[in-house]
């Protein structure tokens, strides 16, 4: 009996098992009392002081994980952990503050520490050229591309950031919106946020049109709170939007409670789109049209890419692009005559 067995017992990831075992935080009530149940059940004991000697000879991962309340983190993290299970691994999660310099953080760990290798989720390149020659051991970037940026040591898995903000522009003009607002990143120090915009940018220039940055685009950073207010002084300055594109899921429910407070109905009078596909977006209502990353793959490809590096096998820097999906749900009306609208699914898009 080991923790694989404990994790199809109960349901749950390996990676929610081993944090329960290790009393990590970030476990919901129900998964923590279900894993708990299962141990009691089968009488498992893991063995603390084979696991406190075996530890005592190498160092863990470091998982860096740029803002404190993005969903599809949430999910990587949870991804990630497991598979460093799976690799007998150990794997430590650091959060930092969205406008934090986490490779700074990470440069000091590397001092203190020692760990054998950083998954970052999220990253300011501005950070990563300004402190990243400090770190010594094998680096990877999750979300954000790091191709072009001269560094070695560091590979990078992302969405096209871009191609996916045109996919959506492009959905709602053929639903035909022409007014659509966007929400979400700070541009200064999130290149992700850039590239979204970059994509709106020219998704509205594909179609013969001009987006008003200033009036049309509120950031902000990637939280349900941050997005509801971001969303409320958007719609105070442009009330005529039909529709709204949220940088983040977690933006876009905060947008949507924001929407309702000021007397609009989504999507009879703006319709509304997120981005990341977190599982939570499947069950607002009305449930919430949206950019799929792929968090598995993601964390999946990550992970396998740091244990080549660190063990040797590999260690050429790698920068991939994961599909992205656009899954079309209840949150966008279309404007159009129903004999010219696109058919709209539950999911669909390009990759």
């Not at 969205?98 to 760990?109: F, I, M, N, Q, T």
């Amino acid at each position: 009996m080991d923790i694989r067995d404990i994790a199809r017992l109960s349901g749950y990831s390996v990676g929610t098992v081993s944090r329960v075992l290790n009393d990590h935080p970030g476990v919901s009530v129900r998964a923590r009392e279900r894993v708990l149940e299962v141990v009691r059940e089968v009488g498992y004991e893991p063995n603390t002081n084979a696991r406190h000697l075996k530890m005592r000879g190498r160092a863990s991962f470091a998982i860096m994980v740029k803002g404190m309340q993005n969903l599809l983190f949430n999910d990587i993290i949870e991804k990630a952990e497991g598979l460093f299970a799976e690799a007998d691994e150990e794997a430590r999660v650091h959060f930092v503050d969205e406008d934090a310099d986490e490779v700074a953080r990470a440069a000091h760990l590397d001092k203190i520490r020692h760990p054998k290798g950083f998954l970052f989720l999220g990253g300011d390149p501005n950070n990563f050229r300004g402190s990243f020659d400090q770190i010594g051991v094998p680096c990877v970037l999750l979300t954000n591309t790091a191709e072009g940026w001269g560094l070695t040591g560091l590979s990078s898995f992302s969405t096209d950031d871009e191609a996916a903000a045109e996919a959506v522009i492009d959905h709602l003009w053929e639903c035909g919106h022409r007014r659509i607002g966007v929400l979400g990143g700070n541009r200064k120090v999130s290149e992700v946020s850039e590239h979204r915009l970059a994509g709106v940018v020219r998704a509205f220039e594909a179609h013969g049109a001009r987006f008003d940055v200033d009036r049309w685009y509120e950031p902000c950073r990637f939280s349900m709170g941050a997005g509801y207010e971001a969303a409320m002084r958007l719609l105070e300055r442009a009330d005529d939007l039909t529709a709204v594109f949220a940088f983040g899921d977690v933006i876009a429910l905060g947008a949507l409670r924001a929407a309702t407070d000021r007397g609009f109905r989504v999507p009879l009078d703006i319709s509304l789109v997120g981005f990341d596909g977190v599982d939570v977006s499947q069950y607002s209502v009305p449930r919430l049209t949206t950019v799929r990353q792929d968090a598995g793959l993601l964390a999946r490809r990550g992970v396998e890419a740091l244990l080549a590096a660190t063990r040797g096998k590999d260690a050429r820097a790698v920068h991939e692009s994961v599909p992205f999906r656009l899954l079309r749900r209840e949150s966008v009306l279309s404007l159009l005559p129903a004999s010219t609208a696109s058919a709209v699914g539950v999911e669909g898009g390009r990759s």
